[in-house]
């Protein structure tokens, strides 16, 4: 829960102090990069982390991230401009690759379907709890100290965890030989960075129709295609591609590039939007986007009753409606923008995905035993990580053209409007996901919700414990 914390605060700490970080740095074309590339790093080191987690256990693997996540954020709180923050802030993303998905994973080593149902209420509080204090925190470093201390922030936390991590969590783990998968790793990597490259700059730097434009889509593309080919023949892929082939899995990878999307897009807008055009504080504007996460949790605490009653599918059906509701709702009311609408609009939208998130998940891991489980969680995660990463990218885009290098504090109606085209696009976001959610095969139900199932089976000698 401690080294969850470290994921939850940094997922609302950030956004409230953009316009802050802007102003000192510069760069305001730029922000968004802050977020793509934390999210890119965290999406493509998701697979191998998860292979490794497989073959030498889970906690080598949650203990080199949380160093990597500690040591990323002092970077970032002594960066000197914006490139340099962009460049610490990949760091922090590969310390994150490892700690959320090995997070995850643990509780489903150690607890049953049913019996991670209260887990989850356990984890989702931390997510509750980070929702109020993680956007406190950045409005008041911002705008009563620094922002610098929205990182520094992570150094004693991230030292919590490994202490209690090294003294309660203990596993017995049958080591055998792996293959790390190095040329599917930086095919992706390369490729989706090139992507992501050609999403924010394009438009901006150059010309869509230009030769650095065109040339760094096709490239992209070529070693995108080279990584699928390269995992087709790799003896240990870092992303199998069963996982994609396999109705449910394929499905909640779907879902979860969706959710992804639509998390990671109103987050980076919204407090920038509350700020500019309503001329809240930080403060006020982190307070309003904690309404989201706080919704999250919430329902999260008790989406596990309801799917142990009617299903997977059921759930996140239910849940992928809210959130079409909440995102256009958003929408609606952001051409005349109300702190009150937007909090409303959000606390739905976070109820909604947590029907959907921590439910498809659990759907998938329960799905595989445990040799199978790191790469299948991995792979969902990874899937929400390609989500927000490219979500962000392509809103950062459509922004900035629409801007036309203004900041938002220049042209707060160019940015009203540019904003609105942000939510309309998530909102069509929302709704490719709840027909995905509709596609989801149906799962058998739980006969026995207080027996772990055969899908909690270990191999001798991988044996999880606590004190």
Same mark, same amino acid.
């Given at each position: 829960?401690?080294?969850?914390?470290?994921?939850?605060?940094?997922?609302?700490?950030?956004?409230?102090?953009?316009?802050?970080?802007?102003?000192?740095?510069?760069?305001?074309?730029?922000?968004?990069?802050?977020?793509?590339? &934390?999210?890119?790093?965290?999406?493509?080191?998701?697979?191998?982390?998860?292979?490794?987690?497989?073959?030498?256990?889970?906690?080598?693997?949650?203990?080199?991230?949380?160093?990597?996540?500690?040591?990323?954020?002092?970077?970032?709180?002594?960066?000197?401009? #914006?490139?340099?923050?962009?460049?610490?802030?990949?760091? $922090?993303?590969?310390?994150?690759?490892?700690?959320?998905? #090995?997070?995850? *994973?643990?509780?489903?080593?150690?607890?049953?379907?049913?019996?991670?149902?209260?887990?989850? !209420? &356990?984890?989702?509080?931390?997510? !509750? %709890?980070?929702?109020?204090?993680?956007?406190?925190?950045?409005?008041?470093?911002?705008?009563?100290?620094?922002?610098?201390?929205?990182?520094?922030?992570?150094?004693?936390?991230?030292?919590?965890?490994?202490?209690?991590?090294? =003294?309660?969590?203990?596993?017995?783990?049958?080591?055998?030989?792996?293959?790390?998968?190095?040329?599917?790793?930086?095919? +992706?990597?390369?490729?989706?960075?090139?992507?992501?490259?050609?999403?924010?700059?394009?438009?901006?730097?150059?010309?869509?129709?230009?030769?650095?434009?065109?040339?760094?889509?096709?490239?992209?593309?070529?070693?995108?295609?080279?990584?699928?080919?390269?995992?087709?023949?790799?003896?240990?892929?870092?992303?199998?591609?069963?996982?994609?082939? =396999?109705?449910?899995?394929?499905?909640?990878?779907?879902?979860?590039?969706?959710?992804?999307?639509?998390?990671?897009?109103?987050?980076?807008?919204?407090? *920038?939007?509350?700020?500019?055009?309503?001329?809240?504080?930080?403060?006020?504007?982190?307070?309003?986007?904690?309404?989201?996460?706080? !919704?999250?949790?919430?329902?999260?605490? $008790? %989406?596990?009753?309801?799917?142990?009653?009617?299903?997977? @599918?059921? *759930?996140?059906?239910?849940?992928?409606?809210?959130?079409?509701?909440?995102?256009?709702?958003?929408?609606?009311?952001? @051409?005349?923008?109300?702190?009150?609408?937007?909090?409303?609009?959000?606390? #739905? #939208?976070?109820?909604?995905?947590?029907?959907?998130?921590?439910?498809?998940?659990?759907?998938?891991?329960?799905?595989?035993?445990?040799?199978? @489980?790191?790469?299948?969680?991995?792979?969902?995660?990874?899937? @929400?990580?390609?989500?927000?990463?490219?979500?962000?990218?392509?809103?950062?885009?459509?922004?900035?053209?629409?801007?036309?290098?203004?900041?938002?504090? $220049?042209?707060?109606?160019?940015?009203?409007?540019?904003?609105?085209?942000?939510?309309? %696009?998530?909102?069509?976001?929302?709704? +490719?996901?709840?027909?995905?959610?509709?596609?989801?095969?149906?799962?058998?139900?739980?006969?026995?919700?207080?027996?772990? !199932?055969?899908?909690?089976?270990?191999?001798?000698?991988?044996?999880?414990?606590?004190?």
């Amino acid at each position: 829960m401690v080294t969850t914390g470290l994921i939850a605060i940094d997922a609302t700490i950030l956004a409230t102090a953009v316009p802050t970080i802007v102003e000192d740095l510069g760069g305001f074309s730029s922000f968004p990069w802050l977020f793509s590339i &934390y999210l890119l790093t965290q999406a493509v080191s998701l697979p191998i982390y998860s292979k490794l987690a497989d073959t030498i256990g889970r906690k080598p693997v949650i203990m080199i991230g949380i160093g990597l996540f500690v040591g990323g954020s002092v970077l970032c709180g002594l960066a000197w401009s #914006m490139p340099a923050l962009i460049a610490f802030r990949a760091v $922090q993303g590969l310390g994150a690759g490892a700690v959320q998905p #090995m997070a995850i *994973t643990i509780a489903g080593d150690i607890y049953s379907v049913a019996e991670r149902a209260t887990v989850q !209420g &356990y984890i989702a509080s931390v997510w !509750g %709890a980070s929702a109020v204090v993680g956007p406190t925190l950045g409005g008041l470093f911002a705008q009563y100290l620094t922002w610098q201390w929205i990182f520094f922030v992570n150094v004693p936390l991230g030292a919590v965890a490994a202490w209690l991590l090294a =003294r309660s969590f203990h596993e017995s783990v049958a080591r055998t030989s792996h293959r790390i998968d190095w040329a599917g790793g930086s095919l +992706l990597t390369v490729g989706m960075s090139l992507l992501i490259l050609a999403l924010l700059e394009g438009g901006n730097a150059w010309a869509w129709a230009s030769p650095p434009s065109i040339g760094a889509f096709a490239l992209a593309v070529a070693l995108l295609t080279g990584f699928i080919a390269v995992e087709r023949r790799a003896a240990e892929p870092v992303l199998p591609l069963w996982v994609l082939r =396999r109705r449910l899995l394929g499905t909640t990878a779907l879902i979860g590039v969706a959710v992804g999307a639509v998390l990671m897009g109103v987050t980076t807008y919204v407090p *920038t939007f509350l700020e500019a055009l309503v001329g809240a504080s930080p403060l006020v504007s982190g307070l309003t986007l904690a309404s989201l996460t706080l !919704g999250w949790p919430i329902a999260a605490a $008790q %989406a596990g009753r309801v799917y142990l009653r009617v299903g997977f @599918r059921t *759930t996140v059906i239910l849940g992928s409606l809210v959130v079409v509701a909440a995102a256009a709702a958003l929408t609606l009311t952001s @051409r005349q923008p109300s702190i009150l609408a937007t909090g409303l609009s959000l606390f #739905m #939208m976070g109820a909604g995905l947590g029907f959907v998130a921590a439910p498809s998940l659990i759907a998938a891991q329960s799905s595989v035993d445990w040799g199978e @489980r790191g790469v299948v969680t991995g792979a969902n995660l990874f899937a @929400r990580s390609i989500g927000s990463a490219v979500g962000v990218a392509v809103l950062g885009a459509l922004v900035n053209g629409l801007m036309r290098g203004q900041t938002a504090m $220049q042209a707060p109606a160019d940015f009203n409007g540019a904003v609105t085209a942000a939510f309309l %696009a998530i909102t069509g976001v929302a709704v +490719l996901g709840a027909v995905v959610a509709f596609a989801m095969p149906r799962t058998p139900e739980l006969s026995h919700p207080l027996v772990a !199932g055969p899908e909690n089976a270990r191999p001798t000698g991988a044996v999880p414990t606590t004190d």
